[in-house]
């Protein structure tokens, strides 16, 4: 008897640093992590992530800029996720819509912490496209614009992940056709160091 699949909610968080390194002419590095509504204590695995259709993921921006940098975020301006060498659009927008202005108090992110800082919480997309295409793997690219009330600074990414037809939500651990993920090599200063439970996606 076939099982029916739960679909599984995700926050994708998006970290920006005006400090952080230029990857381009254009834009900073962003960092970013995922999420699920299944277990929420931090892992780092490799890329790409598997995600299901008819799964949803709620994207939410963290100025993480270093304590005392200057300067940093007073206003979203705009984000924009598109695919590389596809034209199969895999959520329901790839605009999700932004308050201009932060979330109302300052909260702890689930990647980034432990300090609280502003935040700002867009719209859920839904993950869908054909089922016959599944498993789909998908480059995306994620371009953030954000304002420090004088400039604006663009923040940039290219997550890679996979997009499955539908199975059980306890195997959505990163695996890819080279096999199981491993633990990210190397380490960041934002990186929790030790062994971590499964449950949030997390790279740099």
């Not at 994708?12 to 590095?29: C, P, T, Y």
């Amino acid at each position: 008897m076939a099982t029916t699949y739960t679909s599984v909610n995700y926050t994708w968080e998006l970290g920006v640093d005006w400090n952080s390194s230029q990857i381009d002419s254009f834009s900073n590095s962003l960092s970013h992590g995922l999420s699920n509504s299944l277990n929420t204590t931090p892992r780092q695995l490799a890329s790409p992530w598997l995600i299901n259709l008819t799964d949803t993921i709620t994207f939410v921006i963290f100025d993480v800029t270093s304590p005392g940098g200057i300067p940093s975020s007073t206003e979203f301006e705009t984000f924009v996720i598109s695919l590389q060498g596809r034209t199969i659009c895999p959520f329901t927008s790839l605009e999700p819509i932004f308050s201009s202005t932060p979330d109302g108090t300052p909260v702890i992110s689930k990647v980034f912490g432990p300090y609280a800082t502003k935040s700002w919480t867009g719209a859920t997309v839904t993950v869908n496209g054909p089922a016959s295409l599944a498993p789909m793997r998908l480059l995306l690219n994620f371009r953030v614009q954000m304002s420090n009330g004088v400039n604006s600074q663009a923040f940039g990414h290219d997550p890679e992940m996979v997009v499955g037809a539908g199975g059980s939500p306890s195997s959505l651990t990163g695996r890819s056709k080279r096999g199981p993920a491993e633990p990210a090599a190397g380490g960041t200063a934002r990186r929790r160091a030790g062994r971590e439970a499964p449950g949030l996606h997390r790279l740099r």
